[in-house]
């Protein structure tokens, strides 16, 4: 097998190796993800939490009882909380929690702000499914303009995007403007889960999307904190020769991981539901269809869980390299 020295060829992947090495060894990252509450402020066309029925379960409201907890995760070795909905900003009390006891992030819709003076340094991810137009039709609200204006120029936040079949030609117009509010966007594909009319991608539809944000890497560098080599796996389905599905997902929970053999995984990730007994089959729903899943954090995954298998050519490593190297930046291990 080629040495690591023998793959890298360039400067810029020899950087961002060195970048990302702590991260990925022994003593790196060690995540799961977690519901916060069982409550949103919105009801998105298309959102498996409430597709799911994940919203019908109680929620630990015993912030002594969630302490303990946290306790038991640190002691399992997570070391990274991901904290996801309902909508974390409507239970503060427990984000205190969280906050006090292991290094998070939080998802939010970026309704009701997540206070700095509270979280000076949470990093915070903002749902974004369009422009004000597409949030109004979607989500009932145009939460686009007022989570700018919650969270504008906030060094620690950015713009998980959803990119829709509808609105692929919308995608300069809502980068800049997040380009104009002083915050940072990554993209990721709609799953239509719910079978939402005119939301169903076809393989043009895949390619538009595909050269749009590789566009978006080239015109704003210092906004978009993604991968090329990220968006033609996401648009693909596609890794070296290997096609996305039940048994190569990296993120299913391990505590009901009873695939054989077990592919190549995210160590004792789970994802926990809102009474924190509750384990959830994966980081989205038992409702998805595996084949055609988009979400992007289980496709980085898939690509950083395989490092071996990219370290086959200076380019198959350079792109995994790449894609580790975004993660590490949204996750917060190393400045933007």
């Given amino acids: 097998m080629l040495t690591i020295n023998d793959l890298i060829q360039d400067e810029d992947t020899r950087r961002k190796y060195h970048d990302i090495k702590n991260m990925v060894g022994s003593g790196g990252m060690r995540s799961s993800i977690y519901d916060v509450n069982n409550v949103c402020n919105l009801r998105c066309k298309g959102c498996f939490y409430f597709s799911s029925d994940q919203h019908k379960l109680d929620d630990q409201k015993d912030l002594d009882e969630l302490q303990a907890f946290i306790e038991r995760e640190k002691a399992r070795g997570v070391n990274y909380a991901i904290l996801i909905g309902g909508e974390p900003s409507l239970s503060m009390d427990r984000l205190d929690v969280w906050y006090a006891n292991v290094k998070c992030s939080s998802a939010t819709n970026g309704v009701k ?3 700095r003076d509270r979280y000076p340094d949470m990093r915070v991810g903002i749902s974004l499914w369009g422009d004000e137009e597409d949030e109004i039709r979607l989500r009932g609200k ?3 303009l007022i989570s700018r204006e919650n969270y504008r120029n906030d060094p620690n936040v950015y713009y998980l995007y959803t990119i829709t079949a509808q609105t692929i030609n919308q995608m300069e117009a809502v980068t800049k403007k997040i380009e104009d509010a002083g915050l940072r966007v990554h993209y990721q594909l709609f799953s239509n889960d719910q079978g939402v ?4 991608w ?4 895949y390619k538009e999307a595909r050269d749009n944000m590789d566009a978006m890497i080239e015109k704003y560098p210092h906004v978009v904190i993604s991968s090329k080599y990220y968006h033609q ?4 389905q596609m890794m070296l020769d290997r096609r996305f599905g039940w048994m190569e997902c990296p ?6 991981d009873d695939r054989n053999p077990r592919p190549k995984r995210l160590a004792g990730f789970n994802s926990y539901g ?6 959830h089959r994966c980081c989205t729903s038992v409702t998805r269809d595996c084949a055609t899943c988009h979400d992007g954090a289980a496709t980085m995954s898939w690509i950083m869980v395989n490092k071996r298998e990219h370290m086959t050519s200076p380019a198959d490593f350079a792109n995994w390299v790449d894609v580790t190297h975004m993660f590490a930046k949204l996750y917060e291990y ?3």
């Fill in 113 to 115: 702000k997540i206070p």
């Fill in 233 to 236: 796996v996401l648009t693909t």
């Fill in 251 to 256: 993120s299913v929970s391990d505590a009901v």
């Fill in 274 to 279: 809102s009474d924190y007994t509750t384990i």
């Fill in 197 to 200: 009319d005119g939301l169903d």
């Fill in 334 to 336: 190393i400045p933007w």
């Fill in 142 to 144: 145009n939460t686009f």
């Fill in 202 to 205: 076809t393989e043009d539809l």
